[in-house]
């Protein structure tokens, strides 16, 4: 059973910095991302990365903030979340999928738990 836990969420003020990190045991899915989901909204995706190529793609609202990157085993993908805002507060997911669209939640085959990312202003 494929498994994704996610790890390195937090509490942090704003203009903090947190890392997150979503380990797999599974290596071959195409590609991986990072939604994130408040109360009442649907879930959004922040960033994602082709695992056979590197490519890396951020939606606006990252405005150059965040970096994802996976480890050369490809076992473990990581977002690095510089200067944080009140409203980066949210559940961060991890997800893997084989193709479809980067920011398609529906196109993603496997979700990790979450993990809570709280910014106070």
């Known amino acids: 059973q494929v498994v994704l836990v996610e790890s390195g969420g937090g509490s942090v003020q704003a203009g903090g910095s947190l890392r997150l990190s979503c380990t797999s045991n599974y290596v071959n899915y195409n590609h991986m991302a990072w939604f994130r989901q408040t109360p009442g909204k649907e879930r959004e995706a922040v960033a994602a990365?082709?695992?056979?190529?590197?490519?890396?793609y951020y939606a606006d609202f990252v405005e150059g903030r965040f970096t994802i990157s996976q480890d050369n085993a490809k076992t473990t993908m990581s977002l690095q979340m510089h200067r944080l805002k009140p409203e980066d507060t949210a559940m961060y997911f991890c997800?893997?999928?084989?193709?479809?669209?980067?920011?398609?939640?529906?196109?993603?085959?496997?979700w990790g738990g979450g993990t809570q990312v709280t910014v106070s202003s």
């Open positions: 990365i082709y695992t056979k190529t590197d490519a890396t």
């Open positions: 997800a893997a999928g084989w193709g479809g669209s980067w920011s398609r939640a529906a196109d993603y085959e496997k």
